[in-house]
C-alpha cells in the first residue's frame, strides 16, 4: 500500500517567520494546562501574552486561577493564538505551542525587565501587576505547530520561535531609551511602520517593544509586529535598521 501524502509542508523561513509573527503580535492566547488530581484531564483558559526579549513567552496570572496552580503542579501548558478575521475562522493562521512553565522570581534580575515590557504592551495591567498573588511565568517553547491556512501546515521547533543573537542584553538595557525617542522625536515611524509593513490601518501607532528580532506597535487595543528579516547582531545596528525601515 502506498504511503499516504504528508500534509506537513517543509518548514521554512517564511514559515518561521510567520509563526514569530502569530505569535510576537497576540494579546492574549488560550491555555491549556493539566488539571491537578484530574487523572490528566486538560483545562483550558485565557491569559494575557507578553513576549520577553529572547522571544520566550510571558504571561502575568493570579494564584487564585485555575491554571496557575495547574502549572505549579505539572509545568507543561499549550498555548493557542491566531487572530480571526471575517469569513470561516479555520482559514486564518494560528499557531500552537507546546511550552514548559518556569515561574519568575519577584526578587530576581529578570522580574524588573518582563514587568516593564509587560506593562508597555498591556497598560492597564499597571492596575494588579504588583498584587501579592499576581506573578509572571515565563513559557519556554518546546515545539509548535502552525496552520497557516488551509494547505498549509507545518512543525516547527522551540527554537524556530526564539530570538538567538548576542545583542540581546544590550538591547534591552537601552530598550526604554529607544522607545521613549522614536515616540517621541519620531512619532510619526511607527504609523509608518505599521501601515507599510504590517497592513494595518489607522494612525497615532506607538512603538511599545524593541528588541533583537523586531519591532512591537500598538494602537489602542491592537498590537501589530514588524519582524527583521534576521536578527540584529549588535545594539549599533538599531538606528541604522530603524531608518532603513522608515525609507
Given amino acids: 500500500m502506498a504511503d499516504k501524502p504528508s500534509v506537513l509542508r517543509e518548514t521554512d523561513d517564511e514559515a518561521r517567520k510567520l509563526a514569530r509573527i502569530i505569535l510576537r ?14 487523572d490528566g484531564f486538560p483545562f483550558v483558559s485565557r491569559v494575557l501574552l ?13 494564584a487564585l486561577s485555575a491554571h496557575t496552580q495547574a502549572l505549579s503542579t505539572d509545568r507543561r ?9 471575517k469569513g470561516d475562522p479555520l482559514a486564518h493562521a494560528r499557531l500552537t505551542v507546546q511550552c514548559e512553565a518556569e515561574k519568575i522570581d519577584r526578587g530576581g534580575d529578570a522580574h524588573a525587565g518582563i514587568r516593564e515590557r509587560f506593562i508597555r504592551r498591556h497598560p492597564k495591567a499597571q ?9 509572571f511565568f515565563r513559557l519556554a517553547p518546546l515545539k509548535a505547530s502552525m496552520n497557516g491556512g488551509f494547505g498549509r501546515a507545518y512543525v516547527l521547533t522551540g527554537e524556530d520561535l526564539m530570538i538567538r543573537s548576542p545583542a540581546v542584553k544590550d538591547l534591552a538595557a537601552m530598550e526604554q531609551g529607544a522607545i521613549d525617542h522614536m515616540n517621541s522625536d519620531h512619532a510619526d515611524a511607527a504609523s509608518k511602520y505599521a501601515q507599510l509593513y504590517c497592513k494595518a ?9 524593541l528588541d533583537a528580532g523586531g519591532v512591537d506597535l500598538a494602537l ?9 528579516d534576521a536578527p540584529l547582531q549588535s545594539k549599533g545596528e538599531l538606528r541604522a535598521t530603524l531608518v532603513k525601515l522608515y525609507r
Fill in 25 to 38: 503580535s497576540a494579546r492574549s492566547a488560550a491555555i491549556a494546562v493539566i488539571e491537578p488530581d484530574s
Fill in 50 to 62: 507578553g513576549i520577553d526579549t529572547d522571544g520566550t513567552p510571558v504571561i502575568l496570572v493570579s
Fill in 77 to 85: 501548558c499549550s498555548l493557542l493564538t491566531g487572530e480571526i478575521g
Fill in 127 to 135: 492596575l494588579y501587576v504588583d498584587f501579592p498573588d499576581f506573578a
Fill in 201 to 209: 490601518k489607522g494612525s497615532g501607532w506607538r512603538i511599545c517593544g
Fill in 220 to 228: 489602542g487595543d491592537q498590537l501589530r509586529r514588524l519582524e527583521y
